[in-house]
């Protein structure tokens, strides 16, 4: 088992910036590829960003390529999403997520654990 607890949501204004943090415990956290999905009311869940166990490889969706950073601490325990440049449309319920095997797989059902997830909106 692999337990997360995602922090950092919050209320900010279009063009602010937010620094979500994850943090993992239970299984080898550096066995594990982590992702960030999130969720608007109405809507499917949706990948967000992935990262490699070493860290060397990240992946996002277009919308936020560019604006958002996903990185990883594995000594910590730990995986943040840094997001610049906010627009509402990125308001949403944040998960981190865990998986064994690769990052590529953007599909939430491939993801084996998830945190509670972290509110983020941006007022326009």
């Known amino acids: 088992q692999v337990q997360l607890v995602e922090s950092g949501g919050g209320l900010v204004q279009a063009g602010g910036s937010l620094r979500l943090s994850c943090a993992a415990s239970g299984r080898t956290f550096s066995n594990y590829a982590m992702g960030w999905f999130r969720q608007a009311p109405g809507k499917e869940r949706e990948f967000v960003a992935a990262i490699s166990r070493s860290g060397g490889g990240v992946y996002y969706t277009d919308s936020v390529k560019g604006r958002f950073t996903i990185s990883r601490d594995n000594a910590g325990n730990a995986v943040y999403l840094q997001m610049n440049s906010l627009k509402p449309e990125d308001t949403a319920v944040y998960y981190c997520?865990?998986?064994?095997?690769?990052?590529?797989?953007?599909?939430?059902?491939?993801?084996?654990?998830w945190g509670q997830g972290t509110q983020v909106t941006v007022s326009s």
């Open positions: 997520a865990a998986r064994l095997g690769s990052p590529e797989v953007r599909d939430s059902r491939a993801y084996d654990y």
